[in-house]
């Protein structure tokens, strides 16, 4: 199956699969259950959803997602209960 044909880079975390394309936008599918796609509500999608622009690299936990924009900041989505996020908490 195909899902896209300009797709620059992907992740896999446990229940979240990460695509980034090479315009820089990152999509997601699978679970959001702790947040992972940056979704507000917990969720399953069986279809992409866009989770950012402007991406360069992207990584995926277990239950959180990483990704480094272009402006050069890294972003922090999904489940902390080991401090993944680097939250402090």
Same mark, same amino acid.
């Given at each position: 199956?195909?899902?896209?044909?300009? &797709?620059?880079? !992907?992740?896999?975390? #446990?229940?979240?699969?990460?695509?980034?394309?090479?315009?820089?936008? /990152?999509?997601?599918? *699978?679970?959001?259950?702790?947040?992972?796609?940056?979704?507000?509500?917990?969720?399953?999608?069986?279809?992409? &959803?866009?989770? !950012?622009?402007?991406? #360069?690299?992207?990584?995926?936990?277990?239950?959180?997602?990483?990704? /480094?924009?272009?402006? *050069?900041?890294?972003?922090?989505?999904?489940?902390?209960?080991?401090?993944?996020?680097g939250?402090?908490?």
């Open positions: 199956i195909i899902i896209d044909h300009e &797709v620059a880079a !992907a992740a896999v975390g #446990a229940h979240h699969t990460l695509y980034l394309k090479i315009d820089g936008s /990152l999509w997601g599918v *699978g679970a959001n259950t702790h947040g992972q796609l940056g979704l507000d509500a917990p969720s399953i999608h069986a279809e992409p &959803v866009p989770v !950012a622009t402007d991406v #360069a690299v992207v990584a995926a936990g277990r239950a959180h997602t990483l990704y /480094l924009r272009t402006d *050069g900041t890294l972003w922090a989505l999904g489940g902390n209960a080991h401090g993944q996020l939250l402090g908490d």
